[in-house]
C-alpha cells in the first residue's frame, strides 16, 4: 500500500529548498467526484454566435483573443447562449482580453460561475476563497484584491523567509529569474480552478504586464514517447507557504474554499500531470513552478529533472506566451479585463513598475471547476494540434 505522507528532501530546486514537510501523496477521499457533466466538448468555434460578431481579433496563432471597448462583458450575462460560447473561446483560446470594461466585482462573481456552470462544472463546486481572505473582510469572500503594496508585502516576507532558511543567502542573493512566478491559480486544491477573471482598474504608467502561457502547446511540443510516460504520472500540488503569510499577517486560513473538496487546512492536492480539458478535449501539461512539489513514484532527481523541463517549455518558449499590456484610464474604475482558463494555460505577472513607486490594482474573481482528469485517448481527450490537424513545422533558426 502507498504511503500516505513522503518526506521531502531539502535539494529540490522545485520545492521550497528545505522545506521537510511531509506531503501526502494520495488524492484526498472527498464527498463528491466532483465530475464535469459535459457529454462532449463544447464546438469550436460555434457555429454561430452574436459574441463573434463584435470585433476581436487573435492575440497569437497559439493563445489569446481580444475583443475592443465597444463590447461590454456586462451586456451578456443575462445569455445564457452567449455566455456558453464565450466559454467555448476562452477555453480553445486559453485566455481573452475585453478592453474598456465597466464589469462590476459582483457582476465578475457571476460571469465565471456562469461560465463554469454552463459547461459542465459540478454543482458543488462554486466560487474559491482563497485561504488567505480575511474573514468579514469588506470586499466579501470571492473577490481577490490584485494590489502591487500587498504584493511587496508579500514578497518582501517571501524574501526574509528565505534568507532565515538554512540556505545561506542573504538578501539581494535570491533568484533573479522573473520566470519563477509562472503559475496556474490554486492548483494546491483538490478541486482546482476552471475560469478565473481579473479586471485592473488602477495601472502605472508602464509596466505591469501580465503574461500566459498555453499548456496545449506545451503539451504538443513533447515527443510522442515522453508524452506517453507523463500521461501515467501523478504529482503533488502545495502551497504551505501560505500557512507562513497567514501567521505573519497575524489571521488563520480559511478551511472552507468553494467545494466540499476544498474543506481542509493541507493545501495539498495530488493530480494528473496531463490533464484533458473537458470543454475542448484537448490535453495539457498541467504542473506548475509555483505550485508542483514533487511527481510521485519516480526518485527525487528525475521528478526534478521532469518539472523542470517541463517548466522551461514554459517559461524559454515566447511563441507559445502572449503577453498583455494592461490600458490605463482615467476614473479608477474602467479597466481592461482578461478571463481565462485555469486547466490549460499557466500565467506570470510583471513587477518592474515597482521600483519606480508605481500602483496597480485589480479585482479577480475565480470558479472552481472538476476534479482534474487525464481522458487517455480518442476524440474527447487528445492534443490541440492533432485537433486542429497543424501538422507542426520545423523549427527554423
Ligand atoms: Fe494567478
Known sequence: MAPSTISLAPSTATASATESTKLKTTPTPTPTQAVNTLTAPLPYPPAFSPLLSHPHHESTPVIGTEFSGDFQLSSILSSPTSLQHLASLISHRGVVFFRGQEITPSQQRELVQSLGELSGKPATSGLHIHPLTRENGKDGDHIS??????????????????????????????????????????????????????????????????????????????????????????????????????????????????????????????????????????????????????????????????LNHLFRLVSENHDLQVRFRWARYKDGETGDVAVWDNRSTFHTATDDYIETGGVRSGDRAVSLGERPFYGGQGERSRGRREALGWRGVERIY
Open 145 to 306: 484584491i490584485i494590489s502591487s503594496e500587498e504584493r511587496i508585502k508579500y514578497e518582501n516576507a517571501r524574501k526574509e523567509r528565505e534568507r532565515v532558511r538554512e540556505l545561506g543567502w542573504e538578501k539581494g542573493e535570491e533568484s533573479q529569474l522573473a520566470s519563477v512566478g509562472w503559475h496556474a491559480d490554486i492548483t494546491f486544491e483538490n478541486v482546482p480552478s476552471d475560469y478565473a477573471t481579473l479586471k485592473v482598474h488602477t495601472q502605472p504608467a508602464t509596466g505591469g504586464d501580465t503574461l500566459w502561457a498555453s499548456g496545449y502547446e506545451v503539451y504538443d511540443r513533447l515527443s510522442p514517447s515522453f508524452r506517453a510516460y507523463l500521461e501515467t504520472l501523478s504529482a503533488v500540488h502545495n502551497a504551505d507557504r501560505f500557512k507562513e503569510v497567514a501567521a505573519a499577517r497575524g489571521h488563520t486560513l480559511r478551511n472552507h474554499r468553494g467545494a466540499p473538496e476544498n474543506n481542509d487546512l493541507e493545501l495539498t492536492a495530488v493530480h494528473p500531470v496531463i490533464r484533458t480539458n473537458p470543454v475542448t478535449g484537448w490535453k495539457s501539461v498541467f504542473v506548475n513552478r509555483s505550485f508542483t512539489k514533487r511527481i510521485l513514484g519516480v526518485s527525487i532527481d528525475e521528478s526534478e529533472l521532469i
